[in-house]
């Protein structure tokens, strides 16, 4: 019966590690083993069985500009400087998407307070950080849409503030340029967009030769 309860108590911890996207690991720090739970090959983005257990291969396949933020996070967990282990990174997978992992764990010391083992769960949030983005994103252009509207209010010429509008709106969106045309009807009845103002990020040359356009 109790072999039972035990089975029944590792299904439901593994029906529950998958419901979240979740996985354990366990860090021989002696060997540089590393064993990882069946959902984490997955969350890799690797096929089952392809993890060859090593601590460098782990570390290999975190994405190259957060491995040493990874690595740190690790060494001041080994040190005591941080005893409880969380680092946020990115990862590549072979078929190029990237994707957001949230590692947590804890070290393990013998008797002399030598470290042994590191032992935690890591967590997909790829979803949490691309709503996240969308947020600041959102954020940030209405920062920007903020700035304009009231550099336009404040003062009775709203052409004088411009240039520096358009910087602001250029480079809040990462944008290598932003213009303002004007609508004009020539002599002739033809429809023209007249570039009143251009801004270009370093580096950008005008996009235009002439300021006159023909509206289509």
Do not use: C
């Amino acid at each position: 019966r109790t072999e039972q309860v035990l089975e029944n108590e590792q299904e439901r911890l593994h029906l529950a590690l998958n419901a979240a996207r979740m996985g354990t690991w366990d860090w021989d720090i002696e060997t540089g083993t590393v064993l990882w739970s069946d959902k984490i090959e997955a969350l890799f983005g690797l096929g089952r069985g392809v993890f060859d257990y090593r601590y460098e291969t782990y570390l290999s396949l975190i994405h190259p500009e957060d491995r040493s933020k990874v690595e740190s996070a690790i060494q001041r967990s080994l040190t005591n400087e941080a005893p409880d282990y969380f680092v946020e990174h990115r990862l590549i997978w072979p078929n190029g998407a990237v994707h957001w992992l949230e590692g947590r764990g804890k070290v393990y010391q013998d008797g002399t307070g030598r470290p042994f083992r590191m032992a935690g769960t890591v967590v997909d949030i790829t979803e949490r950080k691309r709503v996240e983005a969308g947020l600041h994103e959102r954020e940030t252009i209405l920062e920007a849409i903020t700035f304009a509207a009231e550099n336009l209010l404040k003062t009775p010429d709203w052409r004088i503030n411009m240039n520096a509008i358009l910087e602001h709106l250029g480079k809040t969106i990462n944008a290598t340029h932003a213009y303002v045309f004007e609508h004009q009807v020539g002599a002739d009845e033809v429809e023209y967009s007249l570039l009143k103002y251009e801004w270009s990020a370093a580096g950008y040359a005008s996009d235009f030769d002439t300021p006159y356009y023909q509206s289509p």
